[in-house]
């Protein structure tokens, strides 16, 4: 991946799609256990007004597994330096952030390397360290079958070694003692009732990360509200964004 970094390559090895024409960017990414297509209904609204990224992570099943390197994806770093490379490739600067799960650390670490990317992050259920989903349905948290199909058939997707690699690393490590450093603006999504992260993590986060920072709990259960509660998710997301 770091060759495609440097010859441009990486806007399409993960796989990314912009949609609208506006003039500030909003980048969607996607967790552990995802892909790009989880923001499917989410996208149609803010495109009319931004310009909307959205890409895979090297793990997902979408990218071919020969750009997934164990050793070099060992920690978030890697994933927030091939956040960093995709952006200056896409030529944006000043973005708002939108990441799910593990997602919302690595823009964290990415806003540490290059504030300049980023002009305000929004985390989506935030999983700094090891609490672990033991199922599709755990995550979903509510009595959604549709939804918890289109979960377990991404998740059925990935490469086994890949998986067990990736799970390893999201839900084991703890990056606590970078959230001082996070000067952006944050905005801090939680569901009411998340089987797999709890809302104290939410105001934990709150208070430890340097910039300003809100907390917003959305009146739903689960850890996916943008297949399970989008909605709700998406009424939140029009005020942080200023959209009437």
């Not at 995550?139 to 059925?156: C, H, K, P, Q, R």
């Not at 905005?187 to 998340?194: E, F, G, P, W, Y």
């Amino acid at each position: 991946m770091e060759a495609l970094c440097q010859g441009g390559g990486i806007v399409q090895a993960l796989n990314t799609h912009v949609y609208g024409n506006g003039t500030q960017t909003l980048v969607l990414a996607h967790g552990f256990g995802s892909d790009h297509t989880v923001w499917h209904f989410l996208i149609p609204f803010p495109a009319c007004y931004f310009k909307v990224v959205v890409f895979d992570w090297v793990y997902s099943p979408n990218v071919d597994p020969k750009f997934y390197d164990p050793k070099r994806y060992s920690n978030f770093s890697a994933y927030a330096d091939d956040l960093v490379c995709l952006l200056n490739h896409l030529n944006v600067s000043r973005t708002v952030y939108m990441g799910h799960s593990m997602a919302a650390m690595v823009g964290c670490i990415a806003s540490i390397q290059r504030p300049h990317l980023f002009q305000h992050l929004i985390l989506l259920k935030n999983n700094f360290t090891n609490w672990v989903s033991s199922s599709a349905t755990t995550a979903i948290g509510v009595n959604d079958t549709s939804a918890i199909t289109e979960f377990e058939n991404i998740l059925g997707r990935m490469k086994p070694r890949i998986a067990v690699s990736v799970a390893r690393v999201a839900f084991l490590s703890d990056y606590r003692g970078l959230l001082p450093q996070v000067i952006v603006p944050c905005s801090i999504i939680q569901s009411r009732k998340d089987f797999i992260i709890p809302k104290s993590v939410a105001f934990y986060m709150k208070k430890q990360l340097r910039g300003p920072a809100k907390v917003k709990i959305l009146s739903t259960e689960g850890h996916i509200p943008q297949l399970t509660a989008y909605s709700l998710l998406l009424k939140v997301i029009k005020k942080l964004l200023h959209i009437k």
